[in-house]
T-cell receptor, first 114, second 111 residues
Framework: GENVEQHPSTLSVQEGDSAVIKCTYS??????FPWYKQELGKGPQLIID?????GEKKDQRIAVTLNKTAKHFSLHITETQPEDSAVYFC?????????????FGTGTRLKVLA | DGGITQSPKYLFRKEGQNVTLSCEQN?????MYWYRQDPGQGLRLIYY???????QKGDIAEGYSVSREKKESFPLTVTSAQKNPTAFYLC??????????FGQGTRLTVV
C-alpha cells in the first residue's frame, strides 16, 4: 500500500548547526508534500510545503527539496535554535479534487542542544 | 491552532462508555478530517467530511462515528466498540490548496 518513510526517527544537533530530515514516498501520483512541526501536547503546525512542479522552496531558515524521480523530499533547517526542538512530520498527498488524503511519515524528534 | 478548536483537551473514558470529542472551525473550509495519533506512528485517518451532511470512513473507522450537521462542526464519538481508544485525537480542516490546519488535540484515556 501507499506509505511514506521518514528518517531519522530522532536527531540531535548543536545549536547553530543544520538539521536534515528525509522522507520517501511510494505513490508516484503524489503531488503535494507538506511538513508539520508538533510541539509537546499540541497539534501539528504547517511550516512549509512544496508541490510537484517545484524542486525547492525556502522560507527563512527552513527549506524543502523534492526529487520526483527518486520519490523523496527533505526538510532542511539551518542555524538551529532551541525553539526548533519538536517532532517534525512529513506527508504526501495526491490532492485529488475534494479529497485530501495525506499519508504521514512516522515523525522525527529533533533536539537542539544549547 | 489556525482557527480549529478542539475540546476538551483531556478526556477520560470508562469501560463501555461512549464519549464525544468536539471540533469547531471558523475558517469556512468545507473539508474536515479526524486523525488518531499513537506514539511512534504517523497520523491515521479515522473519518473525513468533504461537505455538510456527508462523511466517509477513513482507514481506522471501526469503533468511531461522526456527524456533519453544520459546516463549522465535526464531532467524533468514540464508542464502546473501540477496544483501544487511548490516544491523541486531532481534527483538521483543509484549505482549497490542500493545506491542513490542525486543532490542538484531545488526549483520551481509558480509566
Amino acid at each position: 500500500g501507499e506509505n511514506v518513510e521518514q528518517h531519522p526517527s530522532t536527531l540531535s544537533v548543536q545549536e547553530g548547526d543544520s538539521a536534515v530530515i528525509k522522507c520517501t514516498y511510494s505513490d508516484s501520483a503524489s503531488n503535494y508534500f507538506p511538513w508539520y512541526k508538533q510541539e509537546l501536547g499540541k497539534g501539528p503546525q504547517l511550516i512549509i510545503d512544496i508541490r510537484s512542479n517545484v524542486g525547492e522552496k525556502k522560507d527563512q531558515r527552513i527549506a524543502v527539496t523534492l526529487n520526483k524521480t527518486a520519490k523523496h523530499f527533505s526538510l532542511h533547517i539551518t542555524e538551529t535554535q532551541p525553539e526548533d526542538s519538536a517532532v517534525y512530520f512529513c506527508a504526501a498527498s495526491k490532492g485529488t479534487s475534494g479529497t485530501y488524503k495525506y499519508i504521514f511519515g512516522t515523525g522525527t524528534r529533533l533536539k537542539v542542544l544549547a | 491552532d489556525g482557527g480549529i478548536t478542539q475540546s476538551p483537551k483531556y478526556l477520560f473514558r470508562k469501560e463501555g462508555q461512549n464519549v464525544t470529542l468536539s471540533c469547531e472551525q471558523n475558517l469556512n473550509h468545507d473539508a474536515m478530517y479526524w486523525y488518531r495519533q499513537d506514539p511512534g506512528q504517523g497520523l491515521r485517518l479515522i473519518y473525513y467530511s468533504q461537505i455538510v451532511n456527508d462523511f466517509q470512513k477513513g482507514d481506522i473507522a471501526e469503533g468511531y462515528s461522526v456527524s456533519r450537521e453544520k459546516k463549522e462542526s465535526f464531532p467524533l464519538t468514540v464508542t464502546s466498540a473501540q477496544k483501544n481508544p487511548t490516544a491523541f485525537y486531532l481534527c483538521a480542516a483543509f484549505g482549497i490548496a490542500a493545506e491542513a490546519f490542525f486543532g490542538q488535540g484531545t488526549r483520551l484515556t481509558v480509566v
